[in-house]
């Protein structure tokens, strides 16, 4: 009797092992609308896609939206997952998204995902007419637009896009998001090659003198200094009119007296680069003759520019001045000063290494200025086309999205952690060595003890002001998650911001107070940490 109740038993068991094996393996739904963020309403045809998080070359599922804005998704697995859209008139952006972070939606047994209000904010837009005086459009206009934010921790205008004016004079800057931003202006007048093409053979300057006019570098709204340029605030959805009217007024020239002393052998060259926010812009209506031995750069507007000389026998002769024009200048091409060197070398020790598109970059947060230096296969990196001005300059090493930490040392300049000071004269030689002992930070962020989704985690070092490339960022996620990667061995404080993405996060006066309620963190080398913060 008792044999065939173990066979019996022994059966079920085997039936219920087989069973388990190939039952289906569990789903998980990801679903919710997409609605306008300004007016709230559903968005229908909206593509969106998602995909696993930590899968990045994945091709991830994507589905339009349906009349109401609704969308779904099964996925196998559970995890953290990107969620992303796009529709006319909606830049591609994710969920919850600020700047280069969002946050992703959480998937598992016991977590609501079904349930998502994805806001997408509609592109803002700027566009405008540029004409002449007497209202004739100016076509092949070059526009310019810098932005002006604290992604950087530090407040900074950077060259954000660029459009040419069509025959019209009309030009449009679309696909925009909300912020601060300027509108610049370079064109020149629709006569200028003629006076490109016939130089006096004596003086090198156009020979009617009519025909020597250029348009002043022009900031909206209207004023050729960048001191009295207006700022212009964009909204979400925002189309904002920038209407230029350029009058032309007499080219400056610059003459370089003795460059090359024997005008049949030239041994050296010459060039200007204008500076507007510390981006580079080739002026577009210059011009050069060689008279003598000298060179005539003509066709200028007033700016301020960068005079680069170089040698095409002795690099290390070359030699860069910056050059305030206000009115026609001469200048020995010996007495500029020489191009202070810049270069250095990466230290890598075992377990460290270089993306193929790493570089260096140096930011004098105070004057706006930065540098960058492609790092080459053998660790190597040169300043040498850059005039690097006296001054204090956090050292970047830029190996993927965030900044690499590293040990600095240097010759020729004075190390303050993650900061240079360089002097007035002599060369200066960098070391940057690679740790490969870096630790994780993971946590929650969390709101009247309940997961907060969106909010903004800083990670500050000591002493802030001078080790800016040592902070962290991340945006938890929909359940309240964060990873804190590639951390230097230290002291930190570890905050959690609820709007903190237009703040100067990196501003010790603005640090301050937050620090003296932040929880802090004794970072160690090679070590993953835990931590639960409270959102502010």
């Known amino acids: 009797m008792s044999r065939p109740r173990n066979f019996l038993l022994l059966l079920a068991l085997t039936v219920a092992q087989l069973s388990a094996q190939s039952a289906p393996a569990p789903k998980f739904r990801i679903g919710g609308k997409a609605v306008d963020a300004v007016t709230g309403q559903p968005l229908a045809g909206t593509e969106i896609t998602i995909g696993k998080a930590e899968q990045a070359d994945a091709l991830p599922q994507r589905m339009l939206t349906a009349d109401d804005g609704s969308f779904g998704f099964v996925v196998n697995d559970p995890g953290k997952y990107v969620l992303a859209g796009q529709r006319t008139g909606f830049r591609r952006q994710g969920y919850e998204q600020h700047g280069m972070y969002l946050s992703a939606v959480v998937v598992g047994h016991g977590v609501n995902s079904e349930n998502i209000v994805f806001r997408l904010r509609p592109d803002a837009r700027i566009v405008g007419s540029i004409v002449e005086d007497d209202h004739e459009p100016v076509q092949g206009a070059f526009v310019y637009l810098f932005r002006a934010d604290a992604s950087g921790g530090l407040r900074q205008t950077f060259l954000a896009d660029q459009a040419i004016s069509d025959d019209r004079g009309r030009y449009l800057l679309s696909h925009l998001e909300p912020g601060w931003y300027y509108v610049v202006v370079s064109a020149q007048p629709w006569f200028g090659y ?152 990466i230290k890598m020790d075992a377990g460290s290494n270089l993306q193929p598109q790493a570089y260096v970059r140096l930011w004098n947060s105070h004057t706006g200025q930065v540098f960058d230096a492609q790092i080459s296969p053998a660790g190597q990196f040169d300043f040498d086309d850059d005039f690097v001005a006296p001054g204090n300059y956090f050292v970047f090493l830029m190996n993927g999205l965030i900044p690499t930490p590293g040990e600095i ?110 929880q802090s963190v004794n970072v160690q080398p090679d070590k993953t940490y835990q931590a639960v913060i409270n959102a502010e």
């Open 194 to 345: 003629l006076a490109q093409s016939q130089p006096d053979a004596a003086t090198g300057l156009p020979a009617n003198a009519a025909l020597d006019l250029v348009y002043p570098t022009t900031f909206y709204p209207g004023v050729s200094d960048p001191a009295s340029a207006s700022q212009i605030v964009l909204n979400d959805g925002e189309e904002f009119a920038a209407d230029f009217t350029l009058t032309a007024i007499p080219s400056l020239h610059l003459r370089l007296n003795h460059l090359n002393p024997d005008p049949t052998r030239p041994q050296r060259g010459a060039n200007l680069k204008q500076k507007v926010f510390g981006a580079v812009l080739n002026p577009i209506s210059t011009r050069q003759n060689v008279i003598g031995d000298a060179l005539e750069i003509g066709g200028l507007p007033p700016a301020d520019y960068v005079l680069d000389i170089q040698s095409y026998t002795t690099p290390d002769a070359n030699r860069s001045i910056p050059v305030n024009l206000t009115a026609d200048l001469e200048l020995d091409a010996d007495s500029a000063s020489s191009t202070r060197p810049i270069s250095g070398s």
């Open 409 to 518: 040392s240097a010759t020729g300049a004075r190390v303050a952690g993650q900061t240079i000071q360089i002097a007035d004269s002599g060369p200066v030689k960098l070391q940057i060595a690679l740790p490969h002992n870096l630790s994780i930070i993971n946590g929650t962020a969390m709101r009247e003890g309940k997961p907060f989704a969106g909010a903004m985690i800083l990670l500050v070092p000591e002493n802030p002001e001078i080790n800016l490339p040592l902070f962290r960022r991340d945006q938890s996620d929909s359940d309240g998650t964060f990873t804190l990667r590639d951390v230097l061995p230290g002291r930190y404080r570890i905050l959690a911001i609820e709007d903190g993405w237009d703040l100067e996060w990196a501003n010790p006066a603005l640090l301050k107070p937050r620090l003296l309620r932040a």
